[in-house]
């Protein structure tokens, strides 16, 4: 997995933290449109630190609309099952939780390959990359593995 595929997921799941973000309903509403929207302003910043990553490379950012067809392709390589909330459809917290949790699991493995590719492991260049990219996983990780196992 290269930059420019993290930057498709970070695209992606920024959209899904929107759906997220619009879409839940129930008694803890307000809990969840919050949390949402930490999540998908989270994903903007990592979004564009990342499209610099990959500029930095010499790679070319990518838009929504290639995203998929990005993701597409990195799912051959990675498995990892990139899912596209729709509009449609609508979460109480416990489906707001796993919806939320299935989509931040996607991020981590993301990152991790990334660290773990040539781009950044053989590249001297690429120390500072990542570093910032062990930054922006550690923040995903703390709500992932902490925060959200006990958020009830």
């Not at 990139?82 to 990152?111: A, N, R, V, Y």
Request: proline share 1%; aromatic share 10%.
């Amino acid at each position: 997995m290269t930059l420019r595929d993290l930057l498709a997921v970070f695209i992606l799941e920024e959209s899904n933290f929107n759906i997220l973000h619009w879409n839940c309903d129930g008694k803890k509403f307000d809990r969840m449109h919050t949390l949402a929207e930490e999540w998908y302003n989270r994903c903007s910043d990592n979004k564009d630190a990342i499209a610099e990553m990959a500029i930095r490379c010499g790679l070319h950012p990518i838009h929504y609309g290639e995203a998929i067809g990005v993701l597409k392709e990195a799912y051959k390589e990675t498995n990892i099952d990139f899912k596209l909330l729709t509009s449609d459809d609508t979460f109480d917290w416990d489906e707001f939780m796993q919806e939320s949790q299935s989509i931040i699991g996607s991020i981590i493995k993301s990152i991790i390959l990334v660290l773990e590719s040539d781009e950044i492991q053989n590249n001297k260049a690429n120390i500072g990359i990542k570093a910032t990219l062990e930054g922006i996983l550690e923040e995903w990780d703390l709500d992932y593995r902490y925060k959200n196992t006990h958020r009830k």
